[in-house]
Nanobody
Framework: QVQLVESGGGLVQPGGSLRLSCVAS????????MSWYRQAPGKERELVAR????????NYADSVKGRFTISRDNAKNTVYLQMNSLKPEDTAVYYC?????????WGQGTQVTVSS
């Protein structure tokens, strides 16, 4: 059975850092593009960062460029999101997403709150 389990969220002060992890199981991790999305209250879910399956190419939302870094460890079936210089507007539920062609899987989400 497919599972994406996120962890690493929490409460952090502005300017702080967090590292999110997403452990995948039940599918061939190396064949899937992995992404992080986020959804703030009252807003639509938005793409934060994406990393390809083959060459590890990355893409980022303009709002997080230079502050967030996505990476993957194919040996551990895990994708990470290193978040630095966090801002209050980064507050959201962060979701892990795996996609290959028309097949996609979502994690359950992890809450990130940036507040003093």
């Amino acid at each position: 059975q497919v599972q994406l389990v996120e962890s690493g969220g929490g409460l952090v002060q502005p300017g702080g850092s967090l590292r999110l992890s997403c452990v995948a199981s039940g599918f061939t991790f190396t064949s899937y593009i992995m992404s992080w999305y986020r959804q703030a209250p009252g807003k639509e879910r938005e793409l934060v960062a994406r990393i390809t399956s083959r060459d590890g190419s990355t893409n980022y939302a303009d709002s997080v460029k230079g502050r967030f870094t996505i990476s993957r460890d194919n040996a551990k079936n895990t994708v990470y999101l290193q978040m630095n210089s966090l801002k209050p507007e980064d507050t959201a539920v962060y979701y892990c997403y795996a996609v290959r062609w028309s097949t996609g899987y979502w994690g359950q989400g992890t809450q990130v709150t940036v507040s003093s």
